[in-house]
């Protein structure tokens, strides 16, 4: 775990200007249209944060840690280790999968979503949200979260996809498309597509207690948008065979995750249950059976950070990252790290994606970097 001292008042008064400046500052128009790319390195890298918990700065303590931290720990670490995160690893796409601010502790929820996601915006990087459990239990409903995060700098998140706006279910939902390389014959070609959507809260049937989960609605808009990027991945010019590989990303694990414990998940540890709805949604059949979704990440259980793999698709969990969090005192906070590396073509030249790479950083003095493991290969070794 970090060093809490860093935190000190000249830092918060820092995060204060900044802030202030954000909410001054012109939204960029383009950041909806942002066309996102592979480098010229061949690579795509996603930066998952799970479960901020941001409330209302350096007054909100924080949660579980050692005796010898408490005095000097706030929000203002989870900022200090999302900076670290960020400038160590560099990321060309951040990817928040809810809780990032504790409703219930909130004075005000649009201070905080700022406040929170201010060190992607400072680093100028793209980055897209979506919603957990606790968000709305503030001062804001979904709606009007989604609504404000979708206008902050550098945001790709959508209140909805446009043309399921009139059907879908939850606020949030969204899919992105990642290109292939610049100057590379598929740089006008989704060869990676990212799948956004919101799990919900609470359960709001009848009889049916717990936690919320993906509805047919949004898994339809799914299965038709896959369809609709897999037949334009397969037309001229350039068509490609099968689908190109997609990742999703949203916050309440699937009852699927049930499966694994720290004995046969491929890596990482089970130290709580998974806190999955009552009931089976069936997303996980869904996607299965369109087979282009190669790994799903979530949050909400943060004391879970095990990849597994179930019938081809692998379940990964993100690890707590915020320390107004519940956590485990000696355990450190941690973000999972994607990569996903194209195939070289000769000198210079990328085509589709390779493969499909995972690890984990933890906040300790070295940015400690555990549990790096192969998620897919276009071709079986």
């Given at each position: 775990?970090?060093?809490?001292?860093?935190?000190?008042?000249?830092?918060?008064?820092?995060?204060?200007?900044?802030?202030?400046?954000?909410?001054?500052?012109?939204?960029?128009?383009?950041?909806?249209?942002?066309?996102?790319?592979?480098?010229?390195?061949?690579?795509?890298?996603?930066?998952?944060?799970?479960?901020?918990?941001?409330?209302?700065?350096?007054?909100?303590r924080c949660q579980n840690v050692l005796p010898s931290q408490l005095a000097h720990c706030s929000d203002l670490n989870t900022t200090a280790f999302m900076s670290r995160v960020i400038a160590a690893e560099k990321p060309d796409l951040i990817v928040f999968t809810g809780d990032n601010i504790?409703?219930?502790?909130?004075?005000?929820?649009?201070?905080?979503?700022?406040?929170?996601?201010?060190?992607?915006?400072?680093?100028?990087?793209?980055?897209?949200?979506?919603?957990?459990?606790?968000?709305?239990?503030?001062?804001?409903?979904?709606?009007?979260?989604?609504?404000?995060?979708?206008?902050?700098?550098?945001?790709?998140?959508?209140?909805?996809?446009?043309?399921?706006?009139?059907?879908?279910?939850?606020?949030?939902?969204?899919?992105?498309?990642?290109?292939?390389?610049?100057?590379?014959?598929?740089?006008?070609?989704?060869?990676?597509?990212?799948?956004?959507?919101?799990?919900?809260?609470?359960?709001?049937?009848?009889?049916?207690?717990?936690?919320?989960?993906?509805?047919?609605?949004?898994?339809?808009?799914?299965?038709?948008?896959?369809?609709?990027?897999?037949?334009?991945?397969?037309?001229?010019?350039?068509?490609?065979?099968?689908?190109?590989?997609?990742?999703?990303?949203?916050?309440?694990?699937?009852?699927?995750?049930?499966?694994?414990?720290?004995?046969?998940?491929?890596?990482?540890?089970?130290?709580?249950?998974?806190?999955?709805?009552?009931?089976?949604?069936?997303?996980?059949?869904?996607?299965?059976?369109?087979?282009?979704?190669?790994?799903?990440f979530v949050g909400h259980d943060h004391l879970n950070d095990f990849c597994g793999e179930l019938k081809g698709l692998n379940l990964c969990y993100g690890g707590g990252f915020g320390y107004h969090a519940y956590g485990k005192a000696g355990w450190e906070r941690r973000a999972r790290v994607?990569?996903?590396?194209?195939?070289?073509?000769?000198?210079?030249?990328?085509?589709?994606?390779?493969?499909?790479?995972?690890?984990?950083?933890?906040?300790?003095?070295?940015?400690?970097?555990?549990?790096?493991?192969?998620?897919?290969?276009?071709?079986?070794?």
């Amino acid at each position: 775990m970090a060093d809490n001292k860093r935190t000190s008042k000249f830092d918060f008064f820092v995060l204060s200007m900044f802030l202030v400046s954000l909410c001054l500052a012109p939204v960029p128009t383009s950041a909806q249209d942002r066309k996102l790319s592979f480098g010229v390195n061949g690579q795509f890298k996603i930066l998952q944060v799970a479960d901020m918990h941001y409330a209302n700065g350096a007054t909100t303590r924080c949660q579980n840690v050692l005796p010898s931290q408490l005095a000097h720990c706030s929000d203002l670490n989870t900022t200090a280790f999302m900076s670290r995160v960020i400038a160590a690893e560099k990321p060309d796409l951040i990817v928040f999968t809810g809780d990032n601010i504790f409703g219930s502790d909130v004075k005000d929820a649009v201070k905080s979503l700022n406040a929170a996601f201010a060190p992607a915006i400072s680093a100028k990087i793209p980055w897209v949200a979506v919603l957990g459990n606790h968000d709305q239990q503030s001062t804001l409903s979904r709606q009007e979260l989604m609504k404000h995060i979708v206008k902050l700098p550098n945001s790709l998140s959508k209140v909805n996809p446009p043309e399921a706006a009139h059907y879908i279910d939850g606020f949030g939902n969204n899919n992105l498309r990642i290109h292939g390389a610049a100057e590379s014959s598929l740089h006008n070609k989704s060869v990676l597509n990212l799948y956004f959507l919101d799990s919900g809260d609470y359960s709001s049937v009848h009889n049916i207690k717990g936690y919320d989960w993906i509805k047919t609605s949004q898994q339809f808009w799914f299965d038709q948008t896959s369809k609709r990027l897999q037949k334009e991945y397969n037309e001229e010019p350039n068509p490609q065979q099968g689908a190109a590989p997609g990742l999703a990303y949203f916050h309440i694990p699937l009852r699927e995750f049930w499966f694994f414990d720290s004995k046969n998940a491929a890596k990482g540890v089970r130290q709580e249950e998974t806190g999955s709805a009552t009931i089976n949604s069936g997303f996980f059949t869904t996607l299965v059976a369109r087979g282009d979704v190669k790994s799903v990440f979530v949050g909400h259980d943060h004391l879970n950070d095990f990849c597994g793999e179930l019938k081809g698709l692998n379940l990964c969990y993100g690890g707590g990252f915020g320390y107004h969090a519940y956590g485990k005192a000696g355990w450190e906070r941690r973000a999972r790290v994607v990569v996903a590396d194209l195939n070289k073509k000769g000198a210079g030249s990328w085509g589709d994606v390779k493969s499909i790479r995972t690890w984990k950083r933890l906040d300790d003095q070295h940015l400690s970097v555990i549990d790096d493991q192969v998620l897919w290969n276009s071709s079986p070794n």
